[in-house]
């Protein structure tokens, strides 16, 4: 009797705690990529692979045509859709030659690189004097990073990216994602 009792119990802990854990999960919804002077940058390709129900991933080329580029900011901006999309939390612009160079003085813009950082060629000080490539970056990779690191509410979001060289607007990018 006491042995029933007992692994009564032991279930209704673990069930207790098995259900009142939250699991969110991250899905990339679009990705859409800009460039404002062709004669720069041109984006050879930029899209969202969905390979199957769980698996989708995120590449983007960039062809760079005025190297070597020593000069570069980068303007993230997080939004929250609710009637639009409006500002949410993180609005900043980072001198990447810089960052690259000493991570350490920023931590939310360590925080956002650590997304890219896997899967692209950014990683590395300026001069750039090659194409930029974000390479088959799938949504389960920061999956850990928004939910568990720094968590978000539920909802639809887009991180938008103005990429700056020579103090001049170059690109945009946006990455549309859910959380649910």
Known sequence: MAIKLSLFFVFLIFFTYYFTEVYSLVEFTNVQCESLDKDFALFEYCFLKSVN?????????VKLLKLPITKIKVQFALYKRANGYLPFLYNMTVDACRFLKTPNPNPIALYFYNFF???SNINHTCPYNHDVVLDKMPYHSINTKVTKILPFPEGKYMLEGHWIAYDINRAITKFYWSLT
């Open 53 to 61: 129900r769980s698996y989708k991933y995120v590449s983007v080329k």
């Open 117 to 119: 950082k896997d899967y």
